[in-house]
């Protein structure tokens, strides 16, 4: 009786498991692949780069060099997946038989929770729950033609006592991050010009980004001041 029931445990958990591994593989057989197929292999690992490995080495707790190795069996599963739609594959006949090499794959390096924790964000991300937001480009077209001195004049007579409150800078530190902004808006309509089709938009949204954030540390702000600018200035436009 012991031993049914010990059996009926471990069968429980083999399905658990192939449960998991089918989602994993799944997402990345469809949804990604037809979401992102305009991408050469060299952009998707770049995007893997800017999103999805930062966030699963905080998340579920792995090196860089694991992150590396679940880009790399993404797009490996991606790309078997296109042969096997196109009867071309001469190693995998069906998709279950990919899924299967693509769970040994996982399982050599990452440890079951780890696992788990990977799924969850891969649904989260399918479900539309998650977004890179360094690399969605947001564009305010009155700084088309707005000069940058006008613009920095506005947000100070308008939102310069709300920012002091809302950060907790002094007004130096104010005007400073005031000029930050007005040059990101700038900088947002110069890549607003390049196609969506065209990766160097990504490539040089994710650069603006990155500059803004080391201009206001320059200007002397933590990097919860940081995040809380970019929420006021999400809610306070000219």
């Known amino acids: 009786m012991q031993n049914h029931s010990y059996n009926q445990f471990l069968f429980g958990k083999r399905n658990t498991v ?9 997402f990345f057989c469809s949804s990604h692949v037809i979401a992102q197929d305009k991408w050469t292999p060299e952009e998707h690992r770049e995007l893997f780069g800017y999103c999805d490995k930062p966030e699963l080495i905080k998340r579920i707790k792995i090196n860089t060099e694991q992150a590396d190795k679940i880009a790399e ?10 042969t096997i739609d196109a009867n071309t594959n001469e190693v995998y006949a069906t998709a279950g038989e990919l899924q299967q090499e693509v769970t040994k794959k996982y399982k050599a390096f990452l440890a079951a929770d780890q696992v788990k924790g990977l799924v969850d964000y891969k649904k989260e991300k399918s479900g539309g729950a998650q977004s890179c937001s360094i690399t969605i480009l947001t564009v305010n077209h009155v700084f088309d033609t707005m000069p940058a001195p006008r613009a ?17 800078i002094n007004g130096r530190q104010a005007d400073g991050v005031f000029e930050i902004e007005v040059w990101k808006q700038k900088e947002s309509v110069t890549i607003s010009a390049i196609p969506e089709t065209d990766f160097s938009r990504i490539r040089k949204t994710v650069a603006m980004y990155a500059e803004r954030v080391r201009r206001f540390k320059v200007v002397g702000l933590s990097d919860e001041q940081i995040e809380n600018a970019a929420i006021f200035f999400e809610q306070n436009k000219l």
């Open 18 to 26: 192939i449960k998991l591994y089918s989602f994993l593989f799944l």
């Open 73 to 82: 069996i993404d797009f490996w599963a991606r790309q078997q997946q296109k």
């Open 152 to 168: 920095i004049l506005q947000y100070k007579a308008k939102y310069r006592k709300p920012l002091i409150d809302k950060l907790g």
